[in-house]
């Protein structure tokens, strides 16, 4: 009988057998780390601007149990000092951002002292809504003063990238969160290791209790004020270089570090630093990752989301 041939064993080619991934693999990875680090950088430095701005909501709220809205005025007023201060007076940059910050905690004690405290209603609302005039009054005085066109900030040193973990970050970027820093352990210095920090803590604590002890709610308003805008301030000098001068600068910012006050829990400082941080992050990765046109609506509605669950914010009480 006539017997048919096997069929032949089917021959793989040596090409198709498992190899190593690729240097192509490998370069993508590294790509897709990088990128992540440069969200996560970018994300930090934005946060650390709404957290100082935040700070500054908090300080007046534990101290007159009021939404200080004339914050996001302090913001372009750091920015618009600081360009006075290099082009006008011509003075070096650390001197410029000194004087910068102390202008505006000066124009907040002036606001406070002049704008607030003759106000006959200690109604909360009825002062917000002050707030809120005032801030429109002033946001006016600077347009007025400095005009409606843009200008440029140079930043604090040579704008030279840094290589860090691979990830390119602007010098600026590092001056923001160290700065940040630095303000943060002094606000922590001055609310716990001095005399009038303490008395400010106690106001906010139990106002009722400091009044009967003798603790001077005006000194501590105005100091209060003080404090909101040397961060405000501060906050504008850092950022203004990153983005464009002009009179209403701070009004976007100034809202955001509000809704990072309200994320974090409103009047919690380290709840103001962990809002800020947070919301900064949000609004890098899903840039980074959907698109820059839905940074504010995924930061704002994830802000939403954690206020229906916890509608004090995170480390609300």
């Known amino acids: ?29 590294t790509n897709l780390y990088t990128d992540l680090l440069q969200y996560i950088f970018s994300g930090l430095t934005g946060g650390a601007i709404y957290a100082l701005i935040a700070l500054g909501f908090c300080v ?13 005025d302090f913001v ?30 000066l124009v907040a004690m002036v ?8 106000a006959r209603s200690d109604n909360h609302l009825v002062l917000i809504f002050l707030t809120v005039g005032l801030s429109i009054i002033l946001r006016g005085i600077i347009k007025i003063v400095w005009g409606k066109n843009r ?6 040193t040579p ?76 906050a504008g ?24 006050a309200i994320l974090g829990g409103f009047g919690s400082f380290p709840g103001a630093i962990l809002g800020g941080l947070g919301l900064g992050l949000l609004e890098s990765l899903s840039a980074g990752y959907l698109s820059s046109a839905y940074k504010d609506v995924v930061a704002f509605v994830v802000l939403l989301l954690v206020l229906f669950v916890r509608p004090k914010g995170l480390l609300g009480k």
Not at 151 to 156: C, G, N, R, S, V
Not at 237 to 260: C, E, Q
Request: net charge positive; proline share 7%.
């Open 111 to 118: 606001v406070e002292r002049i704008g607030l405290r003759p």
């Open 1 to 29: 009988m006539h017997r048919s041939k096997p069929a032949p064993i089917l021959e793989i080619p040596c090409h198709l057998h498992y190899t190593k991934p690729s240097s192509h693999f490998k370069q993508l990875e």
């Open 159 to 234: 704008d030279v990238p840094v290589q860090i973990l691979g990830a390119s970050v602007l010098p600026q970027a590092l001056w923001i969160l160290g700065l940040t820093v630095v303000a943060i352990a002094v606000l922590t210095w001055f609310f716990h290791r001095t005399s009038l920090g303490l008395c400010m803590r106690a106001v906010a604590s139990n106002p009722t209790a400091a009044a009967v002890v003798g603790i001077a709610s005006g000194r501590i308003r105005l100091t209060s004020y003080a404090i909101a805008g040397a961060l405000g301030g501060l």
């Open 237 to 260: 000098v850092l950022v203004t270089p990153i983005t464009t001068l002009n009179y209403d600068v701070g009004v976007l910012l100034g809202l955001k570090g509000f809704a990072a």
């Open 60 to 72: 007046v709220s534990n101290t007159m149990g009021i939404v200080n809205f004339i914050q996001v």
């Open 76 to 105: 372009t007023l750091g920015g618009m000092f600081m360009f006075s201060a290099l082009f006008a007076l011509g003075l070096p940059t650390v001197p410029a951002l000194g004087l910068s910050v102390c202008l505006v905690a």
């Open 151 to 156: 200008m440029a900030l140079p930043p604090l």
